[in-house]
């Protein structure tokens, strides 16, 4: 059944890149203002910041921290590769605990010629050598399974089904973070967001829409509600399934940086309580 | 297995898009010269044309027709656009019969907003529909099914899976089109594969490359070689699968049809021994 209308902004977070002209200082005072509950951070945001300094200001406007995008991009051609890959995840880790984030969002990463399975094989050892120091820190990581067209470069994982196939075998420190945009085509969504549920691994939920046409592989995903996305019947998937996390709007889009970014933020609130 | 090297032209097919600065006359002419055993015709290059003589044509340049490209389309909003779909099928049959083509490859369309297993009912009661006009005329349908990134308005089927299931229940005038650039990231294809086979529904196998990056959604194509999908290992599972019919050259690329077409013929042939 598809979910009922969003009539409030407590479950609604946006992630920094989706107002990407924004620093995360602007970010901040502006999503308060705006009553958004949650924020999620990019970790280019951050750069030359005290980390825990920009986690108590996001607190103290009142802002939920929901995750830290992104870790990942565990296969490489070599060993070497792989370590350098595992050290940022745990430098990923560190940061997410310095800024209070309970969680990373993990696009594993995929090399262009290398079989999908050796890449998936790579990111599973990746992801368990990071494990413990994410344990011990008390931050969960989210496999987010991405759009096959991702499958060259950025993700080996690009089904809701082998992002929960992968985060089984792990603890509760491993799950998986569901975004509509990648995910909304697969005849298994469903099935497979129950699945998570009953894993108890649905960590995050993310939205934005799928425009026609699109026209950037990358930066012209949709506000809710400009494309073809049954967001309220996903919604309603992920909610069956126990869900009862924050709604991340999460859009890459030339286009909609390029306009006044605070009215964007009320575009953004209207799309979510009419479309989301 | 990843299959043995090709050595020689034999089943080499050329779609005329691929070379899409060509009138039908000139790809006949070319390709012909060039030894390209096969030709895959474009409904676009028939206009104006007496199909019959175009058909002709090609036969005494001692050229295959492999099929005709494209039928399909059949989700629409109403009953009438359905009907219309129907009808420009049918069409499309006398067209292949009328040019001598075996197959007609079918892009079975998807509508922006409504929910793709309607789109997936829809195009199944449009096969339906049509399947005694081509059985009739001996005119065999392909369900090719399409990347993801084209569900919102180009096809519903976006899975061999899915394109086996729709195509099981009917009789052997209904099969299947397996084109790596759409296919290659599914961890399902290799069974898939080798279920068509079974079904005796492997009728058509197009081959291109997915390039890093990739620019454009749609006319971005790779020539064998230049990107990532594991053509021999592909290859591979279709013969395994019984397949001995042409390997179909399908690109769509600005970039290579912006250059001289006669040296791009050259680059297919190499690239196909090469590559694919």
Known sequence: MPAAALT???????????????????????????????????????EGRDIAASGKRLREAGLKIVSLCRGGFFPAADAAGRQKAINDNRK?????????????VLVCGALAGQPLTESRRQIAEGIAAV?????????????????????????????????????EPFDEF???????????????????????????????????DWRSPTTDLLLDRGL?????????????????????GCNEVEIFSTRLWATDQNQFLTQIKQAYLAHT
Chains 1, 2 share one sequence.
């Open 8 to 46: 409030d902004f407590s479950r609604l977070c946006v992630h920094t890149v989706t107002t990407k002209p924004w620093s995360l200082e602007t970010a901040c005072e502006q999503y308060a203002k705006a009553g958004v509950a949650g924020i999620t951070v990019w970790r280019d945001t951050l």
């Open 92 to 104: 990923c880790v560190d940061e997410a605990a310095a800024l209070g984030a309970p969680l990373i």
């Open 131 to 167: 494990l413990p120091h994410a344990r011990a820190a008390g931050v969960k990581l989210a496999i987010e399974p991405l759009h096959p067209m991702y499958a060259d470069t950025r993700s080996a994982v690009n089904t809701l089904k082998q992002a929960n196939d992968l985060a």
């Open 174 to 208: 491993v799950g998986v973070a569901v975004d509509v945009y990648h995910l909304w085509w697969d005849d298994q969504l469903e099935a497979e967001i129950a699945r998570c549920g009953r894993l108890g691994k649905l960590l995050a939920y993310h939205v934005s």
């Open 224 to 244: 809710m509600g400009d494309g073809c996305i049954p967001l309220r019947q996903i919604r309603g998937w992920v909610e069956a399934a126990g869900f009862r």
